[in-house]
């Protein structure tokens, strides 16, 4: 999927796993769209901004771009992977590991 020019949305209603760098590209912004989903953008090297469903418990798994996650109100697993992330839990029993690179 190219995004193409300017700010673009991805919503993900379903697990996306094993994905590689080539499948996205040009898409800034990544939304879980129904609670419980597991996401592995570790091959991704452009930065994104990954945001958890409000409810329900997310794995999210970045890549090597400076990305910003953000759970939900459930228990969430949020990994950084390589680059300077900014990872926030919110409310729930969350999982935050920041992987290689400068995370705050």
């Not at 900014?86 to 999982?95: F, H, N, Q, R």
């Amino acid at each position: 999927m190219d995004g193409g020019n300017g700010f673009d949305s991805l919503s993900l209603q379903a697990q996306f796993l094993n994905s590689n760098d080539s499948q996205i590209s040009n898409i800034e912004e990544v939304l879980l769209a129904v609670a419980g989903l597991v996401v592995n953008l570790a091959l991704q090297t452009e930065p994104l901004l990954v945001r958890g469903f409000l409810s329900g418990n997310q794995s999210i798994t970045s890549g090597s771009g400076n990305d910003s996650l953000t759970g939900g109100t459930g228990s969430d697993m949020l990994d950084g992977g390589a680059g300077a992330d900014s990872i926030v839990g919110a409310a729930g029993a969350d999982s935050l590991l920041g992987g290689g690179g400068d995370d705050t």
